[in-house]
């Protein structure tokens, strides 16, 4: 048990437009879920925290209006990432926590972003 | 300085020699430490995880935590090729805001056969 996916595992995209993530527990629901980015050889920076029907919260330095969170429910949650440039481009991974233990926050296989 | 500190690595061991990693944290008030690994373009999965300060066991992996000193440690036994992957260490306070895990950098193991 305890599986984290995401949608779509890898995309490209031309810089301006907006590319959406999804994110969903499989077989839990999350309380809260999780957005990470990280870079080659990186480790995993907190980008935002979210709770079904809460508004996310951001990490100081991301941007909320460029990174739109969408906890629409137990299980799903989404990262849109808008006008999208070049640097962007990243390795997007979202964790999903179940119950209360902080031993139990799933992560999900991320998403490759490439903006061209 | 950041919170938590990991040797970046490569660390380079033959197959079945013993892996051995350590993290550094500054945060007195760490009090959840965990273990995870990370394949190439892959997201963590849980290793081991730890509250107390000690050993604790599981299979081929050993967790230690040493509070005084601030130090953690993962050893892996027996070391696979299938162990190469990047180890990041992650910690968590009692109560934490957002229930936040901090990580530390992560280390690159290459188990050559």
């Known amino acids: 048990g305890a599986v984290v996916s995401q949608h779509p595992s890898w995309v490209i995209c031309k810089s301006g437009t907006s590319v959406k993530i999804e994110c969903r527990s499989l077989d839990f629901q999350a309380t809260t879920m999780f957005w990470y980015r990280q870079f080659p050889k990186q480790s995993l920076m907190l980008m935002a925290t979210s709770n079904e029907g809460s508004k996310a919260t951001y990490e100081q330095g991301v941007e909320k209006d460029k990174f739109l969170i969408n906890h629409a429910s137990l299980t799903l949650s989404t990262l849109t990432v808008t006008s999208a440039h070049p640097e962007d481009s990243s390795f997007y991974i979202c964790?999903?926590?179940?119950?209360?233990?902080?031993?139990?926050?799933?992560f999900g296989p991320g998403t490759r972003l490439t903006v061209t | 300085q950041k919170e938590v500190e990991q040797d970046p690595g490569p660390l380079s061991v033959p197959e079945g020699a013993i892996v051995s990693l350590n993290c550094t944290y500054s945060?007195?008030?760490?009090?959840?430490f965990m273990w995870y690994r990370q394949y190439s373009r892959k997201g963590p999965e849980l290793l081991m995880y730890t509250y107390s300060s000690g050993n604790k066991e599981d299979g081929r992996f050993t967790a230690q935590v040493d509070k005084s000193s601030k130090y953690i440690s993962l050893f892996i036994r027996d070391s696979q090729p299938s162990d190469s992957a990047t180890y990041l260490c992650a910690m968590r306070i009692l109560r934490a805001a957002g229930n936040k895990l901090t990580f530390g950098g992560g280390t690159r193991v290459l188990v050559k056969p």
């Open positions: 945060n007195s008030a760490f009090q959840y």
């Open positions: 964790s999903a926590r179940r119950g209360e233990s902080p031993y139990e926050q799933y």
